[in-house]
């Protein structure tokens, strides 16, 4: 299923589907579409998203990006994804769910002794396996990665995001060479991740990636199509 952009400067509406860039060469025009998309709703005529059956993206189903080194990945609705998907994969194994049940049994008995004679009375909450992710800080390896590393892994980290529908990079151009673009978007195309990169400079689109541009004159046109 695709999605496609439309706002007042465009004659049709653009397709979104797989890895498709939009390059906007009017400074204006560019930022008041990054703006619009910023503060998006489904009732604001100054942008609209929707699908080939022209059902209207809501704001939760899109993420946007404008700042990549500051994005967080690593954010609350990312590691409950993380951490229900793992408690999942547990639970499909019986020996070790028995296992981890026992271990935290044993726990529970050690501090529940130690509670009873402490001031005031002390009551223990139910130890889960979700409680137990959190209190060992799991998450998502970030360290010290390239522009282009933290491109892929949040595509990979939006998969865990099960409402969202697109993915929008704002300038993504600026920071990536061809080659890097290529493998961005090859990879979001194999993860079914429909992704959008919106530019304000032209950019030199690599043979996996759809590109759009919208020109001074704007007249929007297809520079070259995914392979």
Do not use: W
Not at 9 to 29: F, H, Q, S, W
Not at 41 to 51: G, H, L, Y
Not at 114 to 121: A, G, H, K, Q, S
């Amino acid at each position: 299923m695709g999605i496609r952009l439309n706002f007042d400067m465009l004659d049709e509406p653009c397709p979104i589907k797989g890895a498709t860039g939009l390059v906007i060469e009017n400074r204006y025009i560019f930022a008041r579409l990054v703006q619009a998309i910023h503060s998006y709703a489904p009732d604001d005529e100054s942008v609209k998203f929707f699908t080939d059956r022209y059902d209207s993206l809501k704001s939760d189903e899109i993420m946007h990006i404008t700042d990549i080194l500051g994005f967080e990945i690593n954010s609350t609705s990312v590691t409950k994804m993380i951490y229900s998907d793992l408690e999942s994969q547990i639970k499909t194994n019986p020996e070790l769910s028995v296992e981890i049940e026992n271990l935290f049994s044993d726990i529970v008995s050690l501090i529940a002794r130690e509670t009873l004679d402490f001031e005031p009375d002390l009551q223990i909450g139910e130890l889960g396996l979700q409680k137990i992710f959190k209190a060992l800080d799991i998450k998502i390896e970030t360290g010290d990665m390239t522009i282009f590393e933290r491109v892929s892994d949040i595509i990979r980290v939006f998969k865990y995001l099960r409402k969202k529908q697109l993915l929008i990079f704002i300038n993504l151009g600026t920071y990536l060479t061809v080659d890097e673009l290529e493998s961005v978007a090859e990879y979001a195309v194999l993860q079914n991740v429909d992704m959008l990169l919106l530019d304000n400079a032209s950019v030199t689109a690599p043979p996996a990636l759809t590109q759009y541009v919208l020109d001074e004159d704007f007249v929007l046109v297809k520079t070259n199509t995914a392979k």
